[in-house]
């Protein structure tokens, strides 16, 4: 099933989505994002604006981070 995403870039964890089958979508104002893995849907679903603003760079990190927030 082809799924229709926003993004071409996981914006939690900078990974590339070959292509907008993720299996992983969250639907936010309006658009649909992708992600490679239900953590990065679940961190992005924590707090998706932090991610849409500051979307991670692909830098060949072998997993997601952690980013502390600021309080
Ligand atoms: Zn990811």
């Known amino acids: 099933m082809a799924t229709k995403c926003f993004n071409e870039v996981d ?12 299996d992983f979508t969250e639907d936010f104002e309006g658009k ?13 679903h924590g707090n ?6 500051n979307p ?3 830098v060949g990190m072998p997993g997601p981070r952690e980013i502390p927030e600021k309080h």
């Open 11 to 22: 914006p939690v964890c900078g990974m590339v989505l070959n292509s907008c089958t993720a």
């Open 32 to 44: 649909t994002y992708g992600f490679c893995s239900q953590k990065c849907k679940d961190l992005f």
């Open 48 to 53: 998706p604006k932090r991610h849409i603003e």
């Open 56 to 58: 991670a760079s692909h």
